[in-house]
């Protein structure tokens, strides 16, 4: 067994990749911010990739989130009243009511694809373009194939 290096020990790799993660995410929401999404917060990022393009009723979006109904319908309760989703009749099934992604949804979803890029060079400016394709490649040969994940709030909370 390799002996840990008191310099290097195993709590700290995980403390910072979610450090580098926090980086990323409040530098995302600091340019959101500027750019009129305010209101966003990490937490609606997965919720609006959870419910889609196609939309999604509150109890599939529980679930994909890994949450309670409950807490899935609170969650659309805020976005709905900041505008980002909407609830409306599914035309398949008059019954159920599906959640949808307003216009300012996908737009909060297009600038954070565009300010993730340049997150993405500014990180390269600082280590290399070399180092961060490195880190990439690194960190997708230590986990596993299905690494997005949705059920991130419900894992954090459960």
Do not use: C
Not at 8 to 20: E, T
Not at 36 to 65: I, K, M, N, W
């Amino acid at each position: 067994m390799a002996t840990a290096d008191p310099d290097r020990p195993g709590f700290l790799l995980p403390l910072l990749l979610l450090a580098g993660f926090r980086t990323l995410i409040d530098d995302l929401h600091a340019e959101l911010a500027h750019q009129g999404h305010r209101d966003l917060r990490p937490l609606h990022g997965f919720v609006l990739q959870a419910v889609g393009p196609h939309g999604t009723t509150a109890s599939e979006l529980g679930q994909r989130l890994g949450v309670s109904k409950q807490a899935a319908g609170k969650t659309v309760d805020r976005l709905v009243a900041l505008g980002y989703l909407e609830r409306a009749d599914d035309p398949r099934d008059a019954r159920r009511k599906l959640v949808r992604m307003t216009e300012r949804g996908y737009d909060g979803l297009r600038r954070s694809a565009v300010v993730f890029d340049q997150l993405r060079d500014r990180w390269a400016a600082t280590l290399g373009a070399e180092r961060v394709a490195a880190i990439e490649d690194d960190l997708r040969a230590v986990t596993p194939a299905n690494w997005f994940r949705l059920d991130v709030p419900g894992w954090f909370g459960a």
